[in-house]
């Protein structure tokens, strides 16, 4: 797990990310119509949020692996090294970044 120390990020990052904390709602990064990632502060995890939203995972991977079920391995092997250059991060040598 990767972990985000405040201490030493920019102000203004350190600034946006407590203004979360006091959102009783998930908060959803999009970019080009896509969730990026979802954030609960955790505190306020109920187990009925940790439900819906383990389900709404789920559903999302089921949905994913059902887009790409008749999509050829080679393909799918193209556009996730493709997206992972477009991060900038470097593959180790089992192609995970970090």
């Not at 990026?36 to 995890?45: E, G, K």
């Not at 939203?53 to 092997?77: F, I, S, W, Y």
């Amino acid at each position: 797990m990767k972990r985000l120390h405040l201490e030493k990020t920019p102000p203004a990052v350190r600034q946006f990310v407590r203004s979360l904390i006091g959102h009783p709602e998930v908060v959803e990064f999009e970019e080009n119509g896509r969730v990026l990632l979802r954030i609960l502060a955790a505190p306020q995890l109920t187990a009925e949020n940790k439900t819906v939203l383990l389900q709404q995972g789920r559903e999302l991977v089921r949905a994913a692996r059902e887009r790409n079920r008749d999509v050829p391995a080679r393909t799918l092997e193209k556009e996730v090294r493709q997206a992972v250059s477009a991060s900038g991060r470097k593959p180790d040598d089992h192609g995970r970044t970090r």
